[in-house]
T-cell receptor, first 114, second 113 residues
Framework: DAGVIQSPRHEVTEMGQEVTLRCKPI?????LFWYRQTMMRGLELLIYFNNNVPIDDSGMPEDRFSAKMPNASFSTLKIQPSEPRDSAVYFC????????????FGDGTRLSIL | GNSVTQMEGPVTLSEEAFLTINCTYT??????LFWYVQYPGEGLQLLLK?????DKGSNKGFEATYRKETTSFHLEKGSVQVSDSAVYFC????????????FGTGTSLTVIP
């Protein structure tokens, strides 16, 4: 079974550039989560969607960050303009309907902003 | 509110030693509890879970028991291996908040031969 698929796996870009991270959740899962992981702050929830609708974006650090889920099989996290402090590993996770279901994580995108 | 507190790391053990990683939680509803493991360069993987009080989750020699009276879900393994070296995360999902998860800060484990 295909798991959560994230692309790219690695991204290196200069500050000021737009960055787009992509995620394909597990088929049939109706909740999708974006996390950021750094050594200093650990794992932080940025935003999550239920049935393609954003439910809680209180973790999005600032207006430079935006996320969309145009359909059940695709989501993007965009940073524009990017800054060096955005360097981190970004994870996407999905979970199926019903309570007590675990989240399934992708392998992450390692983002470096120079 | 909901939160998870797990013991600070890093933890370093010799091979075949006994492992305990403490995890306590606060929740407003009836949480399900999870342990995740993260190997270097990878995403978090579900290790085990328990969905109600007194349930014991187990997988790959790891165990954790959902203790409602002490609001705890400590991870244990009787004999660790070098391959168990990873970061371990305790997490909860609360029935009152749908599918949202609350993760602990993670505990790094290194097992030396």
């Amino acid at each position: 079974d295909a798991g959560v698929i994230q692309s790219p796996r690695h991204e290196v870009t200069e500050m000021g550039q737009e960055v787009t991270l992509r995620c394909k959740p597990i088929s049939g899962h109706n909740s999708l989560f974006w996390y950021r992981q750094t050594m200093m702050r650990g794992l932080e929830l940025l935003i999550y969607f239920n049935n393609n609708v954003p439910i809680d974006d209180s973790g999005m650090p600032e207006d430079r960050f935006s996320a969309k889920m145009p359909n059940a099989s695709f989501s993007t996290l965009k940073i524009q303009p990017s800054e060096p402090r955005d360097s981190a590993v970004y994870f996407c996770a999905s979970t199926g309907g019903g309570l007590n279901q675990p989240q399934h994580f992708g392998d992450g995108t390692r983002l470096s902003i120079l | 509110g909901n939160s998870v507190t797990q013991m600070e790391g890093p933890v370093t053990l010799s091979e075949e030693a006994f492992l305990t990683i403490n995890c306590t939680y606060t929740a407003t509803g009836y949480p399900s509890l999870f342990w995740y493991v993260q190997y270097p360069g990878e995403g978090l993987q579900l290790l085990l879970k328990a969905t109600k009080a007194d349930d014991k989750g187990s997988n790959k020699g790891f165990e954790a028991t959902y203790r409602k009276e002490t609001t705890s879900f400590h991870l244990e393994k009787g004999s660790v291996q070098v391959s168990d070296s990873a970061v371990y995360f305790c997490a909860l999902s609360d029935s009152n908040t749908g599918n949202q998860f609350y993760f602990g800060t993670g505990t790094s484990l290194t097992v030396i031969p």
